[in-house]
Structure formats: structure tokens, C-alpha cells
């Protein structure tokens, strides 16, 4: 893994372990996304001014999403990974952008854009590799950490955002 990786699971392993002091006896995934851009790293735009600039720059090229997923067992076990997917946006106008930040607000979401929906996903042109890890949960990964873990099969899991 790359350092940049290294960092973002350590980021979801904190959140995990936080979360399990509280559920001591479920099983408890955590997350983390963050977007690689020219050699940097792009955070959350906690604002539309910000969001704005941000999308801008992102406007016509090509960045990279990792999500890294961290797992831990009740008997304290734990499990990580990490997936990327490569996302470019489409050569908007910046009142295009603007239009769009008023309307999805995502100032929540890595790289000042969100796809769970239609109106938010407008704005990709494309995705190689899996939309769950540009939301920010990846579901074959986490299947696969819980696999290595010895989660039961075909049980229900129950969510809760914290």
C-alpha cells in the first residue's frame, strides 16, 4: 500500500475502534474516501464557494477515489483494504457548477461531488472500476473483509452512520 493508502485506513481503523468500544459484541466496519488529484490530495469543500473552486479544477480530467474499509470482529480481529476507481467529470462551464453545487450541496463528499443519486452523479463522465468505492463503501470489498473475518453468510447486516 502507499503511504496515501496507509493514511486512510489508519483513518478508518480510528472510527472502527471508536465504534467498537460502544458495540463491543457486533461486528463493526468502518470507512474512509479521500481523491488524489495532480499529486494531491482533495478533502471536503465545507462550503459552495469552495465547492465551486473545487470542481473547477476537476472539470474535464481525470483523479483518482481510494476508499479504504476497515473491519473489526467482536473478539477484536480486524481486517483492511483499500480500493481506487478513476472518475473524470465532465468539462462543465463554472455556472454549470455553480447550478450544481446549489442544487446537491455536497459538501460532505471527497472531491466536492456525490453520484448516490441522479442529479449528483450528472456530473461524472465516467468511472473505471466500482461506483461503491467513489459513494464510499465499496460492497464486494467489504464482503470479502467480513468473509476473512468469519461474518455468517446471508446474515442481515444492519447499518448505522456515524
Known amino acids: 500500500m502507499t503511504p496515501f493508502e496507509d493514511h486512510l485506513v489508519e483513518l478508518a481503523a480510528r472510527k472502527a475502534r471508536a465504534v467498537a468500544l460502544i458495540h463491543a459484541h457486533e461486528f463493526v466496519i468502518a470507512a474512509d474516501t479521500a481523491l488524489l488529484f495532480d499529486g494531491r490530495l ?3 469543500a465545507d462550503n459552495a ?7 473547477s479544477r476537476l472539470a474535464g480530467r481525470a483523479h483518482r477515489i ?4 476497515y473491519a473489526m470482529a467482536p473478539d477484536g480481529r480486524h481486517a483492511s483494504a483499500t480500493a481506487s476507481a478513476r472518475v473524470r467529470l465532465r468539462a462543465w462551464p463554472r455556472e454549470r457548477i455553480a447550478e450544481y453545487v446549489r442544487r446537491v450541496r455536497p459538501f460532505y463528499c471527497a472531491g466536492a461531488y456525490a453520484i448516490q443519486d441522479r442529479a449528483g452523479a450528472a456530473i461524472v463522465e465516467s468511472i473505471r472500476g466500482d461506483s461503491g468505492t467513489v459513494i464510499g ?6 464482503a470479502k473483509i467480513l468473509s476473512r ?3 455468517p453468510e446471508n446474515t442481515k447486516l444492519r447499518s448505522r452512520k456515524i
Open 49 to 55: 464557494a469552495a465547492a465551486i473552486r473545487m470542481l
Open 137 to 142: 463503501l465499496p460492497p464486494g470489498l467489504v
Open 66 to 69: 481510494v476508499t479504504a474499509v
Open 149 to 151: 473475518l468469519g461474518y
Open 42 to 44: 482533495l478533502g471536503k
